[in-house]
């Protein structure tokens, strides 16, 4: 069924709910209560009002005839118009592989990378992995990253602090390009 037939269909049963409400009211009018009653005599003065000849001039009359068509016409192509398909939200990126090591963040109301976490690459696995300092050679830091559960480790050539920014950093080009929404891959060619 076509989006043009659905939107027909809604409409028919609209206007069939809306003649069945009605008729309902009309049968049930004398057992009403006074809040419904007072509606039904609303409904009943508009009705009476609707089909009593009113000395409108001609003008009025093509006025309102022409005023119908219009938003009769607004209706249709409202219902009939394709709606815009939503593509996935940026804030839906919040999980990606770099550095070996799998990386979760959240976003505060202003988009700004909060949260920023790193996970053991396994999802079987999925442990949090705390980065630790790891002295190299001639004491310069370095970022150990190791798995107390599956034991999966890897060392960073930064402290531990260059390696978080260096992952922010990623993240944001990733959104910056459009690059986020294809996936992990070209986070991956980054390691
Ligand atoms: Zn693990």
Redesign the pocket.
């Known amino acids: 069924m076509s989006s043009v037939e659905k939107s027909s269909t809604k409409i028919i049963v609209g206007v069939v709910t809306a003649l069945i409400v009605a008729g309902v009211l009309y049968l049930a009018r004398n057992f009403l209560p006074p809040f419904l009653k007072w509606i039904w005599s609303g409904i009943v003065a508009v009705w009476t009002w609707l089909f009593t000849s009113h000395s409108v001039p001609g003008w009025g009359i093509v006025l309102m005839a022409a005023s119908l068509i219009l938003v009769f016409i607004a209706a249709i192509r409202a219902v009939t118009q394709k709606r815009p398909v939503l593509g996935p939200n940026w804030r839906d990126f919040q999980e990606v592989d770099l550095y070996g090591f799998c990386w979760r963040w959240d976003y505060d109301s202003r988009g700004n990378i909060t949260n920023l976490h790193t996970f ?1 690459p ?1 999802r079987q ?3 949090q992995v705390f980065p630790q300092t790891d002295y190299g050679m001639y004491g310069r830091d370095r970022t150990k990253l190791k ?1 107390d ?4 480790e890897k060392t960073l050539p930064d402290g531990p602090r260059e390696s978080e920014l260096k992952v922010r950093l990623e993240i944001q080009r990733l959104l910056r390009t459009g690059q986020w929404a294809a996936g992990n891959s070209n986070a991956q060619q980054a390691v």
């Open positions: 053991c396994d696995c999925d442990m798995c559960r599956c034991g999966h």
